[in-house]
């Protein structure tokens, strides 16, 4: 069966400081993988997905970039964070873009200070 | 631009008493319909989704959606909810075969015993 693993699960980081979250998914061959932000009291956005190594695509235009260096794992960056970056950070994958379903990791609560 | 609404952000129910939380999107074409749940302290996970068929959708622990096209709407319902029903769920919609899931802003469902 398929797992979906995320680290850290809390981190707490000061304002300025470099972020590297992980995801990492088993079980399953080129999935399509998302990387989605949960703020208080609202839903999860769309920040990252990709279709393959290497291949990434932005939804929302923010301090954070995403990387696919291997088929199943999929990082979350910033150089520098912001206070704003503070949230939890969700990853999922998929096996089909049509009539498939979004499987969600544990997360990573972040804390910018 | 597309978008999930979902009316209720708290709802507070006592045991046994019926549930149905809205969820209305806003795109006109071919979707895919989801309702996730996220208990305390645990994953994301799935509770049902409509693709195509019946409108009436059964997901697990006795909840139900419904697909009204003409309202846009995918409103979840349960009978008859117990105290471990407690949770927060979001509704979301993804235009058939596209990459991207649109969440709604989430309901906190709190259930007294």
């Known amino acids: 069966s398929q797992t979906i693993h995320q680290w850290p699960a809390t981190l707490v980081q000061p304002v300025g400081s470099p972020l590297s979250l992980e995801c990492t998914v088993e079980?399953?061959?080129?999935?399509?993988l998302y990387w989605y932000r949960q703020a208080a009291g609202r839903g999860l956005q769309l920040l990252f997905y990709?279709?393959?190594?290497?291949?990434i695509s932005s939804e929302v235009p923010q301090n954070l970039s995403a990387s696919r260096p291997q088929d199943r794992q999929f990082i979350l960056s910033s150089k520098k964070l912001l206070l704003s970056d503070s949230g939890f950070y969700l990853c999922?994958?998929?096996?089909?873009?049509?009539?498939?379903?979004?499987?969600f990791g544990p997360g990573t609560r972040l804390t910018v200070l | 631009a597309q978008s999930v609404s979902q009316h209720n952000h708290h709802v507070i129910l006592s045991e046994a008493a019926s549930l149905e939380l809205g969820c209305n999107y806003s795109?006109?074409?071919?979707?895919?319909l989801f309702w996730y749940v996220q208990y305390p302290g645990q994953h994301l996970q799935l509770l049902l989704k409509?693709?195509?068929?019946?409108?009436l959708v059964k997901g697990i622990k006795g909840f139900e959606a419904e697909f009204i096209k003409s309202k846009f709407s995918f409103n979840l319902r349960k009978p008859s909810v117990q105290w471990s029903d407690t949770a927060e769920y979001f509704c979301?919609?993804?235009?058939?075969?596209?990459?991207?899931?649109?969440f709604g802003s989430g309901t906190r469902l709190l259930v007294r015993p």
């Open positions: 999922a994958w998929t096996v089909l873009a049509g009539k498939d379903t979004q499987y």
């Open positions: 079980g399953t061959s080129n999935p399509n």
């Open positions: 990709s279709v393959g190594i290497g291949q």
């Open positions: 795109y006109g074409g071919t979707v895919n």
């Open positions: 409509y693709f195509s068929g019946d409108p």
């Open positions: 979301a919609v993804k235009k058939d075969s596209s990459y991207k899931l649109i």
